[in-house]
Protein backbone atom coordinates (compact mmCIF):
# COMPACT_ATOMS: atom_id res chain seq x y z
CA UNK A 1 0.00 0.00 0.00
CA UNK A 2 3.07 2.52 0.70
CA UNK A 3 3.62 4.88 -1.90
CA UNK A 4 0.84 3.71 -4.08
CA UNK A 5 -2.17 6.40 -5.85
CA UNK A 6 -4.75 3.99 -4.82
CA UNK A 7 -6.90 5.24 -2.44
CA UNK A 8 -7.26 3.48 0.90
CA UNK A 9 -10.83 1.90 0.14
CA UNK A 10 -10.12 0.43 -3.34
CA UNK A 11 -7.07 -1.92 -1.31
CA UNK A 12 -9.49 -2.77 1.77
CA UNK A 13 -11.75 -3.86 -1.21
CA UNK A 14 -9.33 -5.57 -2.98
CA UNK A 15 -8.71 -7.76 0.32
CA UNK A 16 -12.11 -8.94 0.28
CA UNK A 17 -12.47 -9.96 -3.13
CA UNK A 18 -11.56 -13.68 -3.76
CA UNK A 19 -10.63 -13.21 -6.93
CA UNK A 20 -7.82 -10.79 -7.35
CA UNK A 21 -6.37 -11.44 -11.19
CA UNK A 22 -5.58 -7.92 -12.33
CA UNK A 23 -8.44 -8.31 -14.92
CA UNK A 24 -10.85 -9.03 -12.39
CA UNK A 25 -9.48 -6.20 -10.08
CA UNK A 26 -9.73 -3.78 -13.06
CA UNK A 27 -13.64 -4.70 -13.75
CA UNK A 28 -14.78 -4.72 -9.77
CA UNK A 29 -13.30 -1.36 -8.86
CA UNK A 30 -12.96 0.72 -11.42
CA UNK A 31 -8.91 1.53 -11.43
CA UNK A 32 -6.14 1.55 -14.08
CA UNK A 33 -4.27 -2.12 -15.51
CA UNK A 34 -1.35 -0.79 -14.20
CA UNK A 35 -2.86 -0.05 -10.42
CA UNK A 36 -5.02 -3.79 -10.69
CA UNK A 37 -1.41 -5.57 -11.26
CA UNK A 38 0.29 -3.66 -8.68
CA UNK A 39 -2.52 -4.83 -6.12
CA UNK A 40 -2.98 -7.96 -7.22
CA UNK A 41 0.74 -8.80 -6.80
CA UNK A 42 0.49 -7.53 -3.48
CA UNK A 43 -2.34 -9.63 -2.41
CA UNK A 44 -0.86 -12.93 -3.98
CA UNK A 45 2.35 -12.02 -1.68
CA UNK A 46 0.31 -12.25 1.38
CA UNK A 47 -0.89 -15.82 0.96
CA UNK A 48 -3.74 -15.43 3.17
CA UNK A 49 -7.39 -16.04 1.81
CA UNK A 50 -9.68 -12.99 1.46
CA UNK A 51 -10.81 -11.19 4.19
CA UNK A 52 -9.14 -9.42 7.31
CA UNK A 53 -6.67 -11.91 7.45
CA UNK A 54 -5.14 -10.36 4.15
CA UNK A 55 -5.97 -6.73 5.04
CA UNK A 56 -3.56 -7.62 8.32
CA UNK A 57 -0.62 -9.09 6.40
CA UNK A 58 -1.37 -6.39 3.52
CA UNK A 59 -1.10 -3.61 6.00
CA UNK A 60 1.88 -5.36 7.93
CA UNK A 61 3.93 -6.46 4.63
CA UNK A 62 7.20 -4.71 4.07
CA UNK A 63 7.11 -1.91 1.77
CA UNK A 64 9.89 -2.72 -0.37
CA UNK A 65 9.24 -6.53 -2.22
CA UNK A 66 13.26 -7.57 -2.10
CA UNK A 67 13.00 -6.92 1.07
CA UNK A 68 9.76 -9.01 1.72
CA UNK A 69 11.35 -11.79 0.05
CA UNK A 70 14.96 -11.77 2.01
CA UNK A 71 12.74 -11.95 4.96
CA UNK A 72 11.02 -15.35 3.65
CA UNK A 73 13.91 -16.80 1.99
CA UNK A 74 16.56 -19.25 3.97
CA UNK A 75 19.62 -17.38 4.52
CA UNK A 76 21.72 -19.46 2.25
CA UNK A 77 19.69 -18.54 -0.73
CA UNK A 78 20.27 -15.18 -2.84
CA UNK A 79 17.41 -13.14 -3.99
CA UNK A 80 19.19 -12.23 -6.91
CA UNK A 81 18.60 -15.02 -8.12
CA UNK A 82 15.68 -15.79 -8.26
CA UNK A 83 14.23 -18.08 -10.65
CA UNK A 84 10.70 -17.37 -10.53
CA UNK A 85 10.72 -14.24 -10.83
CA UNK A 86 10.22 -14.08 -14.88
CA UNK A 87 7.29 -16.45 -14.65
CA UNK A 88 3.59 -15.30 -15.89
CA UNK A 89 1.15 -14.81 -12.63
CA UNK A 90 -0.87 -17.77 -13.64
CA UNK A 91 2.33 -19.73 -14.19
CA UNK A 92 3.17 -19.21 -10.46
CA UNK A 93 -0.20 -19.54 -9.46
CA UNK A 94 -0.28 -22.99 -11.26
CA UNK A 95 3.06 -24.16 -9.61
CA UNK A 96 1.26 -22.95 -5.98
CA UNK A 97 -1.61 -25.53 -7.20
CA UNK A 98 0.66 -28.41 -7.78
CA UNK A 99 2.67 -27.70 -4.65
CA UNK A 100 -0.55 -28.47 -3.00
CA UNK A 101 -1.39 -31.12 -4.90
CA UNK A 102 1.57 -33.71 -4.29
CA UNK A 103 0.17 -36.78 -5.83
CA UNK A 104 -0.62 -34.74 -8.68
CA UNK A 105 -3.99 -33.90 -10.01
CA UNK A 106 -6.21 -33.51 -13.50
CA UNK A 107 -5.57 -30.63 -16.02
CA UNK A 108 -9.61 -29.14 -14.68
CA UNK A 109 -8.63 -29.27 -10.99
CA UNK A 110 -5.48 -26.93 -11.63
CA UNK A 111 -7.38 -24.37 -13.48
CA UNK A 112 -10.11 -24.28 -11.43
CA UNK A 113 -8.01 -23.78 -8.42
CA UNK A 114 -5.77 -21.67 -10.20
CA UNK A 115 -8.87 -19.39 -11.07
CA UNK A 116 -7.90 -19.72 -14.98
CA UNK A 117 -9.32 -21.06 -18.16
CA UNK A 118 -8.50 -24.63 -19.35
CA UNK A 119 -6.49 -23.60 -22.32
CA UNK A 120 -4.63 -20.93 -19.89
CA UNK A 121 -3.63 -24.01 -17.71
CA UNK A 122 -2.47 -26.39 -20.41
CA UNK A 123 -0.03 -23.30 -21.82
CA UNK A 124 1.30 -22.91 -18.01
CA UNK A 125 1.16 -26.19 -17.73
CA UNK A 126 3.16 -27.04 -20.67
CA UNK A 127 5.67 -23.75 -20.01
CA UNK A 128 6.62 -25.23 -16.77
CA UNK A 129 7.46 -28.92 -18.15
CA UNK A 130 9.67 -26.99 -20.20
CA UNK A 131 11.80 -25.79 -17.40
CA UNK A 132 11.37 -29.01 -15.89
CA UNK A 133 9.09 -27.96 -13.12
CA UNK A 134 6.13 -30.25 -13.75
CA UNK A 135 5.60 -33.40 -15.28
CA UNK A 136 2.39 -34.97 -16.51
CA UNK A 137 2.62 -38.91 -16.50
CA UNK A 138 -0.12 -41.66 -16.68
CA UNK A 139 -1.09 -42.71 -12.85
CA UNK A 140 -3.55 -45.01 -11.64
CA UNK A 141 -5.78 -43.76 -8.86
CA UNK A 142 -7.93 -44.98 -6.72
CA UNK A 143 -11.69 -44.02 -7.67
CA UNK A 144 -14.75 -45.39 -6.07
CA UNK A 145 -14.31 -48.98 -5.11
CA UNK A 146 -11.93 -49.31 -7.81
CA UNK A 147 -9.41 -47.56 -9.67
CA UNK A 148 -8.54 -45.39 -13.20
CA UNK A 149 -5.77 -44.33 -15.26
CA UNK A 150 -6.09 -40.65 -15.39
CA UNK A 151 -3.31 -38.10 -16.85
CA UNK A 152 -2.08 -36.15 -13.93
CA UNK A 153 0.27 -33.23 -13.49
CA UNK A 154 2.74 -32.67 -10.80
CA UNK A 155 5.47 -31.01 -9.76
CA UNK A 156 8.79 -32.74 -10.57
CA UNK A 157 10.74 -32.71 -7.78
CA UNK A 158 14.39 -32.48 -8.83
CA UNK A 159 16.65 -29.66 -7.46
CA UNK A 160 15.65 -26.86 -9.76
CA UNK A 161 11.79 -27.08 -8.53
CA UNK A 162 12.57 -27.09 -5.03
CA UNK A 163 15.01 -24.35 -5.33
CA UNK A 164 12.66 -22.61 -7.20
CA UNK A 165 9.45 -23.06 -4.93
CA UNK A 166 11.38 -20.94 -2.27
CA UNK A 167 11.26 -18.31 -3.96
CA UNK A 168 7.08 -18.47 -4.57
CA UNK A 169 5.03 -17.38 -2.23
CA UNK A 170 2.21 -19.42 -0.52
CA UNK A 171 -1.04 -18.95 -2.72
CA UNK A 172 -4.78 -18.29 -0.65
CA UNK A 173 -6.37 -20.76 -0.70
CA UNK A 174 -10.23 -20.50 -2.16
CA UNK A 175 -12.83 -20.04 1.17
CA UNK A 176 -15.71 -22.22 0.22
CA UNK A 177 -18.43 -22.65 2.94
CA UNK A 178 -20.44 -24.69 0.79
CA UNK A 179 -20.73 -28.53 2.63
CA UNK A 180 -20.10 -31.12 -0.22
CA UNK A 181 -23.24 -33.72 -1.04
CA UNK A 182 -21.16 -36.98 -1.15
CA UNK A 183 -17.57 -38.10 -0.35
CA UNK A 184 -15.19 -38.09 -3.14
CA UNK A 185 -14.86 -41.15 -5.37
CA UNK A 186 -10.65 -41.30 -4.47
CA UNK A 187 -11.74 -41.59 -0.49
CA UNK A 188 -14.10 -44.20 -0.82
CA UNK A 189 -12.26 -46.87 0.09
CA UNK A 190 -11.74 -45.94 2.86
CA UNK A 191 -14.88 -47.06 3.80
CA UNK A 192 -14.99 -50.67 4.19
CA UNK A 193 -16.17 -51.83 7.00
CA UNK A 194 -20.35 -50.63 7.35
CA UNK A 195 -21.76 -48.20 4.89
CA UNK A 196 -20.95 -47.89 1.39
CA UNK A 197 -19.34 -44.71 1.16
CA UNK A 198 -21.19 -44.06 -2.33
CA UNK A 199 -24.46 -44.17 -0.03
CA UNK A 200 -23.66 -41.96 2.16
CA UNK A 201 -24.56 -38.12 1.86
CA UNK A 202 -23.33 -34.80 3.76
CA UNK A 203 -24.45 -33.21 5.69
CA UNK A 204 -26.40 -35.45 7.32
CA UNK A 205 -23.82 -38.30 7.69
CA UNK A 206 -20.74 -35.70 8.03
CA UNK A 207 -20.13 -37.50 11.32
CA UNK A 208 -19.82 -40.91 10.50
CA UNK A 209 -17.34 -39.86 7.61
CA UNK A 210 -15.48 -37.60 9.53
CA UNK A 211 -14.86 -40.10 12.08
CA UNK A 212 -13.91 -42.69 9.44
CA UNK A 213 -11.01 -40.56 7.46
CA UNK A 214 -9.70 -39.04 10.68
CA UNK A 215 -9.30 -42.65 12.33
CA UNK A 216 -7.55 -43.85 8.64
CA UNK A 217 -4.75 -43.78 7.09
CA UNK A 218 -4.51 -41.45 4.32
CA UNK A 219 -3.30 -37.90 4.99
CA UNK A 220 -4.89 -36.38 2.23
CA UNK A 221 -8.69 -37.54 3.13
CA UNK A 222 -7.74 -36.56 6.54
CA UNK A 223 -6.84 -32.78 4.92
CA UNK A 224 -10.29 -32.86 2.86
CA UNK A 225 -12.44 -33.69 5.92
CA UNK A 226 -11.10 -30.93 7.89
CA UNK A 227 -11.32 -28.40 5.48
CA UNK A 228 -14.82 -29.50 4.27
CA UNK A 229 -17.03 -31.11 6.51
CA UNK A 230 -19.50 -29.30 8.55
CA UNK A 231 -17.72 -27.70 11.65
CA UNK A 232 -20.34 -28.94 13.60
CA UNK A 233 -18.64 -32.91 12.73
CA UNK A 234 -15.15 -31.71 13.70
CA UNK A 235 -16.00 -30.19 16.92
CA UNK A 236 -18.59 -32.90 18.00
CA UNK A 237 -15.30 -35.53 16.86
CA UNK A 238 -12.94 -33.14 19.22
CA UNK A 239 -14.92 -33.90 22.71
CA UNK A 240 -14.58 -37.53 22.31
CA UNK A 241 -12.05 -39.91 23.58
CA UNK A 242 -9.37 -40.18 20.68
CA UNK A 243 -9.82 -36.89 19.46
CA UNK A 244 -9.39 -35.53 22.64
CA UNK A 245 -5.48 -35.18 22.63
CA UNK A 246 -2.18 -35.45 20.79
CA UNK A 247 -1.57 -34.40 17.18
CA UNK A 248 -4.97 -35.37 15.66
CA UNK A 249 -6.55 -32.92 18.55
CA UNK A 250 -4.07 -30.24 17.15
CA UNK A 251 -4.86 -30.03 13.66
CA UNK A 252 -8.70 -30.37 14.40
CA UNK A 253 -8.19 -27.64 16.54
CA UNK A 254 -6.35 -25.62 13.94
CA UNK A 255 -8.70 -26.52 11.69
CA UNK A 256 -11.54 -24.93 13.37
CA UNK A 257 -9.41 -22.14 14.13
CA UNK A 258 -8.65 -21.11 9.90
CA UNK A 259 -12.47 -21.53 9.61
CA UNK A 260 -13.10 -18.70 12.53
CA UNK A 261 -10.50 -16.17 10.83
CA UNK A 262 -11.60 -16.73 7.61
Known sequence: MHGS?????????????ADIRPAALVRELEISAPAARRISAALE??????????????????????????????????????????????QRAVMA???????GTALDQVADEAGLSEDHARRCLKSLA??????????????????QTLPLWSLDLNEECITAMAYLPPRP???????????????????????????????????????????GPDPVAQTWALRCLPEEALQKCRTMRGYDTGELAARIDKALARRAHG
Not at 45 to 70: C, I, M, N
Not at 173 to 188: A, G, H, M, N, S
Open 130 to 147: ERGYARCEQTCVPWGYGS
Open 97 to 103: VLRNRIR
Open 45 to 90: VTGKPPGESRLAALLHQHHDPAQALRNRLPASFDPGDNPVADLSRG
Open 173 to 215: QKVDRTCPEQVPPEFWSLFWNGSSAKDLRLPEDAFFVATTILD
Open 5 to 17: KVGVSKWVAAAQH
